[in-house]
């Protein structure tokens, strides 16, 4: 790794806040020339940008927000939406056993029962923000995602100025709040993003199964591309890929917010569970497997020599 990458592992996991996040922009403006603040949408989001979004023909992307720490994992099975449903229903269960139990305790307390309902799910939505997004700072975000950051900043350095020439690189805000930045992202530049390629890195460091979920536009524009390039890198590294279009596969990551997107995870495989990512959102996020971050900045180079859009692709 870079030693700016080693300094982002070391001293930046955590970028929850805004102060810590006007610290760590200032830290990469600093390392990387040309860096610049995009401002805009609801909440106040400040997304990162290299290059000239309107000409790239690639634009390579991933959130630098970290996530509130959390008791248990935010577990993603992208190859099961039902499993991973049901674990989000799991979750919720301890909340409206405490919706319930509060709204018991408003009526013996001689609130009408209707009132005491309204206020019991009303303090369960207001302790789901409060665990989830306005929690203490997870101190430990190398897969969730310090590496997909790691990932972009390995890529800058890599790439030569000609290949960078082609390329945009975007440090999207408020990913963990619920995709915020990648909207405003999306509003800001919307013409340009119509028919344009966004490769999106989210949680790439932590498994051996490389996952590649397309939308529609972008399988048209890149898949065969894509299939080239990545897995002629991960076969190199011992890695292997999963080229998955929408249907197959669901990443719920900032590319969902883009017409052509592209999202990349690292997942690990167990039998009878399938394909997953677990640990993220908890002190157990430590994981990084440099072998990920090099696979894909050798497949990101691959793939800038073979994808070459027609110039209508992009305008």
Not at 5 to 30: C, G, H, M, P, Y
Not at 167 to 184: K, P, R, Y
Not at 277 to 296: C, F, Q, Y
Request: charged share 20%; hydrophobic share 45%.
């Amino acid at each position: 790794m870079t030693g700016l990458s080693e300094d982002i592992l070391r001293d930046w996991q955590v970028r929850k806040s805004k102060t810590q996040k006007t610290r760590f922009i200032a830290f990469l403006q600093e390392k990387i020339p040309g860096l610049r603040v995009e401002e805009g949408g609801f909440p106040r989001c400040r997304n990162l940008v290299l290059g000239d979004v309107e000409t790239a023909d690639v634009i390579f992307t991933a959130h630098y927000d970290t996530c509130a720490r959390l008791p248990f994992p935010n577990f993603i099975t992208p190859k099961n939406l039902l499993l991973y449903l049901g674990y989000q229903l799991l979750i919720l269960i301890p909340f409206f056993l405490l919706a319930g139990l509060l709204a018991a305790l408003l009526i013996l307390l001689g609130l009408p029962a209707r009132l005491s309902a309204v206020l019991g799910w009303w303090i369960m939505f207001f302790a789901i923000i409060c665990l989830f997004i306005l929690g203490p700072a997870n101190p430990h975000t190398v897969n969730d995602n310090t590496s997909g950051v790691l990932t972009l900043c390995e890529l800058i350095a890599a790439l030569s100025e000609q290949e960078k020439a082609r390329c945009a690189f975007v440090f999207f805000d408020h990913e963990e709040s619920g995709l915020f930045g990648s909207m405003a992202f999306a509003s800001k530049h919307k013409k340009a993003l119509k028919n344009r390629l966004l490769l999106n890195f989210d949680c790439v460091s932590d498994g051996d199964h490389l996952l590649f979920v397309q939308s529609k536009k972008a399988r048209r524009l890149c898949e065969e591309a894509l299939r080239e390039a990545f897995s002629a890198a991960a076969a190199e590294g011992g890695k292997q890929t999963l080229i998955e279009r929408t249907a197959t596969a669901f990443y719920p990551s900032d590319q969902v917010n883009v017409p052509c997107g592209v999202g990349i995870a690292a997942l690990k495989k167990k039998r009878g569970l399938g394909y997953y990512i677990d640990r993220i959102h908890t002190n157990r996020d430590t994981v990084l497997d440099e072998n990920n971050l090099s696979v894909l900045i050798d497949g990101a180079q691959r793939f800038l020599a073979l994808y070459h859009p027609e110039p209508d692709e992009t305008a």
